[in-house]
Structures are given as structure tokens and as C-alpha cells.
């Protein structure tokens, strides 16, 4: 199999990556980055791209595309710039994806996306999946996970203060939305959900994951 993925150099999408490399099943993995990963291995193709440009995308293709970009509104510095990486670089992705014949995409979204939300974050992301619902793949997985666990190249303090209040919670006070998602458990199920996918329209939340 030949796998696609954009966001690898992200918290989730570099374990879906080493997953990927290490997986038996994909003999060629193509990584669409900004900046490099920093790793080596005969499968792995590395492209430099600018998502701003578009003459990169007629080579995202193969099997599956997984879609991990993502960013923080501090990082980003505005809400619309945000919204161009999350959403619009994300879409643009998917849509060569999908007129490329890539049959399977994964997305990793966040638990309560919703395109009606009063919330920016969620209304981003659910605005994400409804379109990339409307594109021809025939397997379509999104992941929603909670409050995610893994050690980050840079810090998000949000997250971190997050986490150590979900940890001093009572068990029977955590809705299954606010259980915190390991990074590494989340890539691995991406992989392993790639290699034998379900045509049509798949939403796992954290209580799947």
C-alpha cells in the first residue's frame, strides 16, 4: 500500500508516520511537510512543499491520505490565519486526494466538531468534515479524540493546564469527551484501521479510539 500524509511533524501525525514506516503493509509512505521530519527510511518520500502552492498536489496519490495539520491559535497569530491551515490547506489537500483516486481518508478532527457551533475551533472542524463529505473517496474515517497525551516539540500550556486538572478529576466525573486520548494509541489506531477500511462515512469518538 502507498500511504499520503500532511501534518507529520505534528504531535499525532509523527506517531502515524513511525507507525506507518514500521507497518509491513505500506511500501511507500509520502510525507507532504513544511519543515523536514528529521527521520530516514527507505520508504519514506519527502516533499517540501508550500500549501499555499498547488503545483505539488497532483502527487498525493495511492491509497490512503492522512490529514493531521493542525495548529494553535497562538501559533497561527489570528483566527484566520488558523482557519487557512486547519481547514482551508486541509480541504485543498483532500480534494487532490480525492480527484487523484486516493480510495481511503483519515482525518484527524476533535471530539464535538460541529459546523453549528457557537465555538470557532469546533465550527472549523465541523465545517472540515461536512465538505470533505461531499468529496468521492470511498472510505471516509473521522477521529475525534479528547484532550490528547504525548510529548509535543513545543509546549501548548493550554493543554498542559488541561490535563493536570482532568487528572485530579474523579473518574465518575469525566465525560467520555473530556478522557484524555493518548497520541501514540491514536496514530496506531489510524494505521490499523487503514489497512482494512469500511466503505462510506465513519465518525469514532473517544469512547472508540
Known sequence: MEANLIGATGLVGHHILLNLLDSTEFHKVNVFTRRPTGL????????????????????????????????????????????????DYQ????MAAAL???????????????????????????????????????????????????QRSKERMGE???QKLLNW?????????????????LAVKCVQISQVPKQGIHVLGPQDI
Do not use: C
Open 40 to 87: 530516514s527510511h527507505p520508504k519514506l518520500r519527502e516533499i517540501l512543499v508550500d500549501f499555499e502552492d498547488s503545483s505539488w498536489l497532483g502527487q498525493v496519490s495511492g491509497d490512503v491520505l492522512f490529514s493531521a495539520l493542525g495548529t494553535t491559535l497562538k501559533a497561527a497569530g489570528s483566527k484566520e490565519n488558523q482557519y487557512k491551515v486547519d481547514h
Open 160 to 162: 498542559k493546564i488541561l
Open 100 to 150: 487523484n483516486h486516493v480510495k481511503t481518508y483519515i482525518l484527524i478532527s476533535s471530539v464535538n466538531a460541529d459546523s453549528h457551533s457557537s465555538f470557532f475551533y469546533l465550527k472549523m472542524k465541523g465545517e472540515l468534515e461536512q465538505k470533505v463529505k461531499k468529496l468521492p473517496f470511498k472510505s471516509i474515517y473521522f477521529l475525534r479524540p479528547g484532550p490528547l497525551k504525548g
Open 91 to 94: 480541504y485543498k489537500v483532500a
Open 169 to 185: 478529576m474523579p473518574d465518575f466525573l469525566l465525560t467520555d469527551s473530556m478522557r484524555s486520548v493518548e497520541a501514540t494509541h
